[in-house]
T-cell receptor, first 111, second 113 residues
Framework: AQSVSQHNHHVILSEAASLELGCNYS??????LFWYVQYPGQHLQLLLK??????LVKGIKGFEAEFIKSKFSFNLRKPSVQWSDTAEYFC?????????FGKGTSLLVTP | EADIYQTPRYLVIGTGKKITLECSQT?????MYWYQQDPGMELHLIHY???????EKGDLSSESTVSRIRTEHFPLTLESARPSHTSQYLC????????????FGPGTRLTVT
Protein backbone atom coordinates (compact mmCIF):
# COMPACT_ATOMS: atom_id res chain seq x y z
CA ALA A 1 0.00 0.00 0.00
CA GLN A 2 1.03 3.55 -0.57
CA SER A 3 2.13 5.75 2.27
CA VAL A 4 1.96 9.50 2.49
CA SER A 5 4.23 11.47 4.78
CA GLN A 6 3.64 15.01 5.89
CA HIS A 7 6.71 16.37 7.55
CA ASN A 8 5.23 19.04 9.75
CA HIS A 9 2.44 18.19 12.14
CA HIS A 10 2.09 21.63 13.71
CA VAL A 11 3.13 24.90 12.14
CA ILE A 12 2.75 28.36 13.63
CA LEU A 13 3.32 31.38 11.42
CA SER A 14 2.74 35.08 11.65
CA GLU A 15 0.55 36.75 9.07
CA ALA A 16 2.39 37.57 5.83
CA ALA A 17 4.96 34.83 6.40
CA SER A 18 5.58 32.34 3.63
CA LEU A 19 4.34 28.78 3.95
CA GLU A 20 5.67 25.50 2.67
CA LEU A 21 4.24 22.18 3.81
CA GLY A 22 6.06 19.03 2.79
CA CYS A 23 4.43 15.91 1.39
CA ASN A 24 6.13 12.75 0.17
CA TYR A 25 4.56 9.53 -1.04
CA SER A 26 5.86 6.04 -1.56
CA UNK A 27 4.13 4.85 -4.74
CA UNK A 28 6.25 4.73 -7.90
CA UNK A 29 3.57 4.46 -10.55
CA UNK A 30 1.15 6.97 -11.98
CA UNK A 31 -0.51 8.91 -9.21
CA UNK A 32 -3.03 11.66 -8.74
CA LEU A 33 -2.11 14.12 -6.03
CA PHE A 34 -4.27 16.31 -3.85
CA TRP A 35 -4.16 18.79 -1.04
CA TYR A 36 -7.28 19.08 1.07
CA VAL A 37 -7.97 21.69 3.72
CA GLN A 38 -10.29 21.58 6.70
CA TYR A 39 -11.13 24.92 8.25
CA PRO A 40 -12.36 24.84 11.86
CA GLY A 41 -15.86 23.39 11.98
CA GLN A 42 -16.08 22.85 8.23
CA HIS A 43 -15.94 20.01 5.70
CA LEU A 44 -12.75 18.73 4.17
CA GLN A 45 -12.48 20.56 0.86
CA LEU A 46 -10.17 20.36 -2.09
CA LEU A 47 -7.42 22.96 -2.20
CA LEU A 48 -5.72 21.81 -5.40
CA LYS A 49 -4.93 18.72 -7.44
CA UNK A 50 -2.43 17.37 -9.92
CA UNK A 51 -3.06 14.71 -12.57
CA UNK A 52 -0.76 15.51 -15.47
CA UNK A 53 0.86 18.36 -17.34
CA UNK A 54 2.44 21.36 -15.66
CA UNK A 55 3.91 20.15 -12.36
CA LEU A 56 3.20 23.51 -10.76
CA VAL A 57 -0.49 23.65 -9.95
CA LYS A 58 -2.45 26.53 -8.55
CA GLY A 59 -5.39 26.17 -6.22
CA ILE A 60 -7.83 28.30 -4.37
CA LYS A 61 -6.92 31.18 -2.06
CA GLY A 62 -3.44 31.71 -3.48
CA PHE A 63 -2.10 28.22 -2.74
CA GLU A 64 0.09 26.33 -5.15
CA ALA A 65 1.91 23.01 -5.13
CA GLU A 66 4.78 21.57 -7.10
CA PHE A 67 4.98 17.93 -8.14
CA ILE A 68 8.56 16.69 -8.28
CA LYS A 69 8.41 13.16 -9.61
CA SER A 70 12.04 12.33 -8.92
CA LYS A 71 11.58 13.21 -5.27
CA PHE A 72 8.08 11.71 -4.90
CA SER A 73 7.04 15.04 -3.46
CA PHE A 74 4.09 17.37 -3.72
CA ASN A 75 4.80 20.33 -1.46
CA LEU A 76 2.23 23.00 -0.76
CA ARG A 77 3.19 26.67 -0.80
CA LYS A 78 1.73 30.09 -0.23
CA PRO A 79 3.83 33.26 -0.42
CA SER A 80 1.96 35.18 2.27
CA VAL A 81 -0.41 33.54 4.74
CA GLN A 82 -3.42 35.16 6.33
CA TRP A 83 -5.12 34.55 9.65
CA SER A 84 -7.97 32.90 7.73
CA ASP A 85 -5.56 30.17 6.52
CA THR A 86 -5.60 28.66 10.00
CA ALA A 87 -6.73 25.10 9.30
CA GLU A 88 -5.73 21.47 9.01
CA TYR A 89 -4.05 20.54 5.71
CA PHE A 90 -3.98 17.02 4.32
CA CYS A 91 -1.95 15.66 1.45
CA UNK A 92 -3.52 12.72 -0.39
CA UNK A 93 -2.43 10.36 -3.15
CA UNK A 94 -4.61 8.23 -5.38
CA UNK A 95 -3.58 5.46 -7.69
CA UNK A 96 -6.93 3.86 -8.11
CA UNK A 97 -10.07 3.44 -6.14
CA UNK A 98 -9.34 5.47 -3.05
CA UNK A 99 -7.23 8.17 -1.52
CA UNK A 100 -4.34 7.61 0.88
CA PHE A 101 -3.98 10.52 3.28
CA GLY A 102 -1.13 11.88 5.28
CA LYS A 103 -1.60 12.60 8.99
CA GLY A 104 -2.23 16.25 8.34
CA THR A 105 -0.55 19.49 9.31
CA SER A 106 -2.22 21.86 11.71
CA LEU A 107 -1.45 25.45 10.69
CA LEU A 108 -2.00 28.33 13.08
CA VAL A 109 -1.54 31.82 11.70
CA THR A 110 -1.18 34.50 14.33
CA PRO A 111 -2.06 38.15 13.75
CA GLU B 1 -20.01 23.45 -2.51
CA ALA B 2 -20.38 19.70 -2.32
CA ASP B 3 -23.84 18.28 -1.70
CA ILE B 4 -23.06 15.48 0.68
CA TYR B 5 -24.75 15.18 4.02
CA GLN B 6 -24.15 13.22 7.17
CA THR B 7 -26.36 12.74 10.18
CA PRO B 8 -26.08 12.93 13.04
CA ARG B 9 -23.17 15.34 13.37
CA TYR B 10 -22.53 14.31 16.95
CA LEU B 11 -23.59 11.16 18.77
CA VAL B 12 -22.93 10.00 22.31
CA ILE B 13 -24.18 6.50 22.95
CA GLY B 14 -23.74 3.70 25.45
CA THR B 15 -21.86 0.47 24.93
CA GLY B 16 -23.82 -2.28 23.21
CA LYS B 17 -26.22 -0.05 21.32
CA LYS B 18 -26.82 -0.43 17.60
CA ILE B 19 -26.21 2.72 15.60
CA THR B 20 -26.51 3.79 12.00
CA LEU B 21 -24.64 6.75 10.59
CA GLU B 22 -26.35 8.26 7.59
CA CYS B 23 -24.69 9.60 4.45
CA SER B 24 -26.43 10.98 1.40
CA GLN B 25 -25.24 12.78 -1.71
CA THR B 26 -27.19 14.56 -4.41
CA UNK B 27 -24.49 14.66 -7.07
CA UNK B 28 -25.33 11.31 -8.64
CA UNK B 29 -21.87 9.95 -7.88
CA UNK B 30 -21.41 6.22 -8.26
CA UNK B 31 -18.51 5.90 -5.84
CA MET B 32 -18.90 6.46 -2.14
CA TYR B 33 -16.54 5.99 0.78
CA TRP B 34 -16.37 5.87 4.56
CA TYR B 35 -13.27 7.02 6.37
CA GLN B 36 -12.38 6.91 10.04
CA GLN B 37 -10.28 9.68 11.50
CA ASP B 38 -8.81 9.99 14.97
CA PRO B 39 -7.39 13.33 16.19
CA GLY B 40 -3.96 14.06 14.75
CA MET B 41 -4.09 11.02 12.53
CA GLU B 42 -4.64 10.35 8.86
CA LEU B 43 -7.98 9.35 7.42
CA HIS B 44 -8.31 5.60 7.06
CA LEU B 45 -10.62 4.06 4.48
CA ILE B 46 -12.97 1.54 6.11
CA HIS B 47 -15.56 0.93 3.36
CA TYR B 48 -16.22 1.88 -0.23
CA UNK B 49 -18.78 1.29 -2.91
CA UNK B 50 -18.63 1.48 -6.69
CA UNK B 51 -22.38 1.61 -7.10
CA UNK B 52 -25.67 0.10 -6.05
CA UNK B 53 -25.28 -3.32 -4.41
CA UNK B 54 -21.50 -2.98 -4.45
CA UNK B 55 -19.61 -2.68 -1.16
CA GLU B 56 -16.02 -3.46 -0.24
CA LYS B 57 -13.91 -3.25 2.88
CA GLY B 58 -11.17 -0.69 2.95
CA ASP B 59 -7.64 -0.77 4.23
CA LEU B 60 -8.54 -0.40 7.89
CA SER B 61 -10.37 -3.27 9.47
CA SER B 62 -13.67 -2.21 10.95
CA GLU B 63 -16.49 -3.95 12.76
CA SER B 64 -18.98 -1.74 10.97
CA THR B 65 -21.04 -2.73 7.94
CA VAL B 66 -22.43 -0.71 5.05
CA SER B 67 -25.13 -1.03 2.44
CA ARG B 68 -25.78 0.63 -0.90
CA ILE B 69 -29.36 0.10 -1.98
CA ARG B 70 -29.70 3.50 -3.61
CA THR B 71 -27.09 5.51 -5.46
CA GLU B 72 -27.46 8.52 -3.18
CA HIS B 73 -27.44 6.71 0.16
CA PHE B 74 -24.57 4.88 1.91
CA PRO B 75 -25.32 4.22 5.58
CA LEU B 76 -22.84 2.73 8.03
CA THR B 77 -24.01 0.49 10.87
CA LEU B 78 -22.43 -0.67 14.08
CA GLU B 79 -24.40 -3.58 15.54
CA SER B 80 -22.96 -3.22 19.03
CA ALA B 81 -21.06 -0.05 19.78
CA ARG B 82 -17.93 -0.18 21.96
CA PRO B 83 -15.67 2.55 23.36
CA SER B 84 -13.03 1.56 20.78
CA HIS B 85 -15.44 2.80 18.09
CA THR B 86 -15.16 6.34 19.40
CA SER B 87 -13.88 8.35 16.44
CA GLN B 88 -14.88 10.70 13.65
CA TYR B 89 -16.49 9.10 10.61
CA LEU B 90 -16.30 10.89 7.28
CA CYS B 91 -18.33 10.03 4.21
CA UNK B 92 -17.20 10.97 0.71
CA UNK B 93 -18.24 10.48 -2.89
CA UNK B 94 -16.65 10.78 -6.31
CA UNK B 95 -17.44 10.32 -9.97
CA UNK B 96 -16.72 6.98 -11.59
CA UNK B 97 -14.07 8.24 -13.94
CA UNK B 98 -11.70 11.09 -14.38
CA UNK B 99 -9.94 12.74 -11.54
CA UNK B 100 -10.95 10.69 -8.48
CA UNK B 101 -11.56 13.94 -6.65
CA UNK B 102 -13.58 13.14 -3.57
CA UNK B 103 -16.19 15.35 -1.96
CA PHE B 104 -16.56 15.04 1.78
CA GLY B 105 -19.43 15.36 4.17
CA PRO B 106 -19.14 17.21 7.50
CA GLY B 107 -18.50 14.04 9.46
CA THR B 108 -20.10 12.35 12.45
CA ARG B 109 -18.25 12.51 15.73
CA LEU B 110 -19.14 9.36 17.64
CA THR B 111 -18.48 8.84 21.33
CA VAL B 112 -19.26 5.49 22.90
CA THR B 113 -19.37 5.52 26.68
Amino acid sequence: AQSVSQHNHHVILSEAASLELGCNYSYGGTVNLFWYVQYPGQHLQLLLKYFSGDPLVKGIKGFEAEFIKSKFSFNLRKPSVQWSDTAEYFCAVSSGYALNFGKGTSLLVTP
Amino acid sequence: EADIYQTPRYLVIGTGKKITLECSQTMGHDKMYWYQQDPGMELHLIHYSYGVNSTEKGDLSSESTVSRIRTEHFPLTLESARPSHTSQYLCASSESSGTYEQYFGPGTRLTVT
